[in-house]
């Protein structure tokens, strides 16, 4: 006969409170294997998951504490790490500070989603990583989505699919548990991106990440933005792993996505035709490019886009794009 402890004696031995087990209940982590009135809970399974659970946030806070270590010695010694660095240091947390203004202007670009769903092939069953708010979700399919950041996960909608509080780096999954394990516009945030790729590819049979390729010679100069406003952009992408490190992480391949230029997902990129868009604090706010080149880029990458958007500069250097209904801006899908 199977054991079964009530929830409350399972908030006893793991000093969770069994409000945050209703909570884990209620976001899929910890399901309950029989409800009866005296709230029975299968012990033994449960127990594991909520350890294991547990471990990894334990985990998690030990490395930022030593990260935290790190960045005061520093400081200390009067050495200041750059953005990049800081990024490398704090990881997720930056959505922990910017991930409100996210839903704003970044939702699903479905011909976008219609390429990444195709790519997933025949999966049943797919793990999301680096999810957000749960775009690109494909929705006749069993997802369980992994979201490192608490501000990010908070705002998924209430019918979205399960998510784990996890990074890329250290999925909380057996090898091979996964048919297929997709990722979209979330790379360039993990600290190490090919240990993350490795991972994809261990806990799934079939992986397709949606990501940008700075490899190629000229990059800063294919996009009007970074090249005439916006160079700072470089600074953020220095030790970013080439197009060719990230596939061979996934034993895959790339395949080049043009962006429409009416791109419902307000990505960076996105509004390669509305240049007026990027004068919108609310577009800029959703896209962590503008919040790592730091204020001082920022405003000047902007009032000068505002006086060549005035002066007819802007459409006189760029008078190319208006006959143009997508671009290519080094924008990739990775598919094994
Ligand atoms: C630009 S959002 C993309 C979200 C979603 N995939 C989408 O397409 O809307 C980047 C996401 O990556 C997450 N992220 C940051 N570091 C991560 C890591 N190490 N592992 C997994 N996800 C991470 C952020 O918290 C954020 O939600």
Redesign the pocket.
């Known amino acids: 006969m199977e054991e079964h402890l009530t929830v409350g004696r399972v908030a006893e031995l793991t000093e969770v409170s069994v409000r945050t087990l209703h909570h884990y209940d209620e976001i899929g982590l910890v399901r309950p294997s029989a409800r009866t009135g005296a709230g029975y809970t299968d012990a033994v399974a449960h127990l594991r998951r909520l350890r294991g659970l547990l471990q990894e946030q334990r985990d998690r806070a030990a490395a930022m504490v030593r990260s935290i270590d790190r960045e005061l010695e520093a400081r200390a010694m009067g050495i200041r790490t750059t953005p990049e660095e800081q990024l490398k240091v704090f ?2 947390q930056l ?1 922990e500070s910017i ?1 409100s203004a996210y839903p704003a202007t ?1 939702t699903t670009e479905p011909r976008i989603a219609a390429r990444i769903w195709e790519a997933l092939g025949d999966a049943r069953t797919v793990l999301n ?5 749960g ?2 979700e494909p929705p006749d399919r069993d997802v369980t989505a ?4 608490a501000v ?1 996960r908070a705002q998924r909608p209430a019918d979205a699919a399960p998510c784990v509080a996890a ?3 250290s999925l909380p999954f057996a090898d091979q548990s996964f048919d297929a394990a997709m990722a ?3 790379v360039h ?3 190490d991106p090919i240990a ?1 790729l490795r991972e994809m590819r261990r806990v799934a049979r079939r992986v397709v990440v949606f990501t940008y390729d700075a490899s190629t010679t000229g990059w800063l100069e294919r996009f009007w933005l970074t090249r005439d406003y916006l160079p700072e952009f470089a600074d953020l992408l220095t030790d970013w792993p080439s197009l060719a490190d990230m596939t061979r992480a996934i034993d895959g391949h790339a395949e080049p996505v043009l962006i429409p230029w009416d791109c419902a997902d307000g990505f960076f990129e996105a509004h390669w035709r509305r240049p007026e868009a990027y004068l919108d604090e609310h577009v800029r706010r959703a896209v ?1 490019v503008w919040t790592r080149v730091g204020p001082d880029a920022e405003q000047r990458a902007v009032s000068s886009l505002r006086e060549d958007l005035a002066s007819g500069r802007w459409a006189e250097r760029n008078r190319d794009l208006v006959a143009l209904g997508a671009a290519e801006l080094g924008l990739r899908l990775l598919v094994a």
């Not at 992994?146 to 950041?149: K, M, N, T, Y």
């Open positions: 990881g997720a959505y991930g970044r990583v680096g999810a957000g708010t775009s690109y992994v979201e490192p950041s990010m990074s890329a780096q979209v516009s979330t945030h993990w600290p993350g962590s």
